[in-house]
């Protein structure tokens, strides 16, 4: 059973960094595409990043890109989510989604195509 478990979460101040980092298994982890979304209170889930199986590919929310990386260990069965320059309007919870697929297109940012998903990580970004 694939199982995938967020970390990294916290309370921050504007402007400082965050890492969230996901953990699989039970899955042939380079198998799958790997995504980020997030759900703010009151507010639908949505898309923050995507990663194809090799890490060769990477795709952003125009809310967060130039500011959020997503990168991937296969060794580690590990995907991660770097955030700088946290802004109020990041305050959500962070969720990790695996979609079984080698192929890599804009299907990626959409929540239900994908296979499983973590519980989630609280970011709450506050003076």
């Known amino acids: 059973q694939v199982q995938l478990v967020e970390s990294g979460g916290g309370l921050v101040q504007p402007g400082v960094s965050l890492r969230l980092s996901c953990a699989a298994s039970?899955?042939?982890?380079?198998?799958?595409?790997m995504g980020w979304f997030r759900q703010a209170p009151g507010k639908e889930r949505e898309f923050v990043a995507a990663?194809?199986?090799?890490?060769?590919?990477?795709m952003y929310a125009d809310s967060v890109k130039g500011r959020f990386t997503i990168s991937r260990d296969n060794a580690k069965n590990t995907v991660t989510l770097r955030l700088n320059s946290l802004k109020p309007e990041d305050t959500a919870d962070y969720y990790c989604?695996?979609?079984?697929?080698?192929?890599?297109?804009?299907?990626?940012?959409?929540?239900?195509?994908?296979?499983?998903w973590g519980r989630g990580t609280q970011v709450t970004v506050s003076s």
């Open positions: 989604a695996a979609k079984g697929a080698t192929w890599f297109t804009s299907a990626l940012r959409s929540w239900y195509g994908y296979d499983y």
């Open positions: 039970g899955c042939t982890f380079n198998s799958y595409a």
């Open positions: 990663i194809n199986w090799s890490g060769g590919n990477t």
